[in-house]
């Protein structure tokens, strides 16, 4: 089931920082593992999510760039439609007449709250002599504790060969906890998915 974000655009969670984590990955110990020389990043997002979609897929594309693959987003090669409307079959042979290697698809899997007490602060300003500091001193400057929710977002990543089947030959979950922008959730998350992918040699030499 595609899972839809609806208003991750309008991220507005100044002030956190951004932070991304694999939670589970795997590999193929079967399949041979090809050499990938041209990957298409596809994103199977909602239409409402399309400004997501198009970020997290570029993002990661050029992130594989960064290590000489030739890595274009579905988006920017087909369009917003991609493979809409057409067959497994078909869309196999797109991309094979097209000498894709790889296709890696990122899908949004789930979404959750998680609250937090930030803990108040205590501050003693300083005054000189007897009379400024007791003056002061009471109140003393308090800042309350206060209760803070974020939204963790929930990505799972798979490669797949479709010179060799279209077999899977890799997936990942990964969780972005509270991310400050979109483009701070991108670059999170691509980072840690393309390092994921060399730890784990699914890509072949660059």
Same mark, same amino acid.
């Given at each position: 089931?595609? %899972?839809? %974000? ?10 956190? +920082? #951004?932070?991304?984590?694999? #939670?589970? +990955?795997?590999?193929? #110990? ?30 990661? !594309?050029?992130? &594989?760039?960064?290590?000489? $693959?030739?890595?274009?987003?579905? $988006? ?10 057409? #067959? ?14 790889? *296709? ?6 789930? /979404? ?14 300083? $005054? ?17 504790? $206060?209760? /803070?929710?974020?939204?963790?977002? %929930?990505?799972?990543?798979? &490669? ?13 979950? +990964?969780? +972005? ?6 483009? !701070? ?8 998915? *393309? ?12």
């Amino acid at each position: 089931r595609r %899972f839809g %974000f609806g208003l991750l655009g309008l991220l507005l969670l100044a002030g956190c +920082s #951004t932070s991304t984590k694999i #939670t589970d +990955s795997w590999s193929s #110990t079967q399949a041979a593992k090809p050499q990938m020389k041209k990957i298409m990043v596809v994103g199977l997002f909602n239409e409402k999510d399309r400004n997501i979609r198009v970020r997290m897929a570029q993002q990661l !594309a050029d992130d &594989l760039k960064k290590f000489g $693959y030739d890595a274009v987003a579905s $988006y920017d090669v087909y369009g917003p439609r991609s493979f809409g409307n057409m #067959t497994e079959k078909d869309a196999l042979k797109r991309l094979q007449d097209n000498n894709v290697d790889g *296709v890696v698809n990122i899908a949004p899997i789930d /979404q959750s709250k998680e609250s937090r007490y930030v803990p108040g602060s205590m501050s003693y300003p300083y $005054y000189p002599g007897f009379w400024g500091y007791y003056s002061y001193y009471y109140p003393r400057l308090y800042n309350p504790g $206060y209760y /803070q929710t974020n939204t963790n977002y %929930f990505f799972e990543t798979n &490669l797949y060969s479709p010179e060799n089947n279209n077999q899977l030959l890799y997936s990942a979950q +990964s969780k +972005s906890f509270a991310p400050s922008s979109l483009r !701070a959730l991108a670059d999170e998350y691509s980072r840690g998915i *393309v390092k994921d992918m060399r730890k784990k040699k699914v890509l072949g030499n660059s």
